[in-house]
C-alpha cells in the first residue's frame, strides 16, 4: 500500500512564502508524475503543478513565477516551495502521486492535504 504524507502546511502573512513537503513510502513499481493540487472552500480541486521523473514541470497560471516544484526521485518525495504567497492561495494543498504497477496499470495516490492560509 502507498502513502502519500505531506507536510510544511501552515498560517504566513501576504507576501511570504512556505516550503511543502510529500513523501511517499510504500511498494513503488513505477512513479511516472508528483504533483500538488489544491481545493479551496466551495471550489473544485485544481492543479498547482506537476513534475514527471524525468523533471519536466506544468503550473497553473495563477501560480506561475512564484512557486517552484521539485522532487527527489531517490527518496520518492516532493516539493512545492511557495513565495510571494496570496490570500487566494489559501487551501487545502494535496500531494498526488500517478505511477504503474509491474503490470503496467496506472495507479493514482493521494495524500491527505496540508493547510495553508494566507492573511491579508
Known amino acids: 500500500q502507498v502513502q502519500l504524507v505531506e507536510s510544511g502546511g501552515g498560517l504566513v502573512q501576504a507576501g511570504g512564502s512556505l516550503r511543502l513537503s510529500c513523501a511517499a513510502s510504500?511498494?513503488?513499481?513505477?512513479?511516472?508524475?508528483m504533483g500538488w493540487y489544491r481545493q479551496a472552500p466551495g471550489k473544485q480541486r485544481e492543479l498547482v503543478a506537476d513534475?514527471?521523473?524525468?523533471?519536466?514541470?506544468n503550473y497553473a497560471d495563477s501560480v506561475k513565477g512564484r512557486f517552484t516544484i521539485s522532487r527527489d526521485n531517490a527518496k520518492n518525495m516532493v516539493y512545492l516551495q511557495m513565495n510571494s504567497l496570496k490570500p487566494e492561495d489559501t487551501a487545502v494543498y494535496y500531494c498526488?502521486?500517478?505511477?504503474?504497477?509491474?503490470?503496467?496499470?496506472?495507479?493514482?495516490?493521494w495524500g491527505q492535504g496540508t493547510q495553508v492560509t494566507v492573511s491579508s
Open positions: 510504500g511498494v513503488i513499481f513505477s512513479i511516472n508524475v
Open positions: 498526488r502521486l500517478d505511477g504503474s504497477n509491474w503490470k503496467g496499470v496506472g495507479l493514482t495516490y
Open positions: 513534475i514527471t521523473s524525468g523533471g519536466s514541470t
